[in-house]
């Protein structure tokens, strides 16, 4: 596999090598061996699996306490994948990555604890599937506004599909409970 770092620090692209011929693919999607050598912390504790339309956002979403760190991709269609760094006192706090993973790249996205996830369905439909280093926990669930402009995040859609909670998510300046930054 090939291991990409990000302009943040612990966020990690990662292409799967995939072995294929007439009769279709074979990819291994994780190995702990390697992926722990990558970088990539475990143990996962938790598999997820969503459906969403074209134009569909969600996030941006962590979890504090009990922040999770998410191997994310992309398993039919394709979304525009965004990483942030809510940690108060980081020195790239505020700071996000956006990459496309797509069933035809294969990549996957790295997401240490700490950091808020979203994304955006760009085909007609995806299906997004991801591991966590922590089980969910509705009480620590926490949010960012996906269109905080004080962040300048390039969505690759103008009028969003998205849910009323989501909607509602203050502005980072405003989250009123966020991770610490510990180098």
């Known amino acids: 596999m090939k291991v990409t770092t990000t302009q943040l620090p612990g966020v990690l692209v990662i292409e799967p090598?995939?072995?294929g011929d007439s009769r279709g693919f074979f990819v291994e999607t994780f190995q702990?061996?390697?992926?722990t050598a990558a970088?990539?912390?475990?143990?996962?504790?938790?598999?997820n699996?969503?459906?969403?339309?074209?134009?569909?956002?969600?996030?941006?979403?962590?979890?504090?306490p009990k922040p999770q760190g998410?191997?994310?991709?992309?398993l039919q269609g394709a979304v525009w994948d965004v990483a942030l760094d809510v940690r108060k006192g980081s020195p790239h706090f505020g700071a996000w990555v956006g990459i496309e993973l797509s069933?035809?790249?294969?990549?996957q996205l790295w997401i240490p604890p700490g950091f808020a996830h979203g994304f955006c369905v760009v085909s007609?439909?995806?299906?997004?599937?991801?591991?966590?280093?922590?089980?969910?926990?509705?009480?620590?669930?926490?949010?960012?506004?996906?269109?905080?402009?004080?962040?300048?995040?390039?969505?690759p859609v103008q009028l969003p599909l998205i849910s009323a909670k989501d909607q509602s998510a203050p502005p980072?300046?405003?989250?009123?409970?966020?991770?610490?930054?510990?180098?």
């Open 103 to 107: 069933s035809e790249n294969r990549r």
């Open 70 to 74: 998410k191997l994310v991709q992309v």
């Open 172 to 183: 980072l300046v405003d989250a009123p409970i966020l991770p610490i930054y510990r180098p």
């Open 124 to 155: 007609e439909m995806a299906d997004f599937f991801y591991k966590c280093t922590d089980f969910y926990a509705p009480d620590a669930e926490r949010a960012v506004r996906w269109d905080d402009p004080a962040l300048g995040i390039r969505w």
């Open 17 to 19: 090598h995939v072995f």
């Open 49 to 64: 699996l969503s459906r969403s339309a074209k134009g569909t956002l969600r996030g941006l979403h962590f979890q504090e």
């Open 39 to 47: 970088g990539i912390g475990g143990p996962f504790v938790q598999d």
């Open 32 to 35: 702990a061996e390697r992926y």
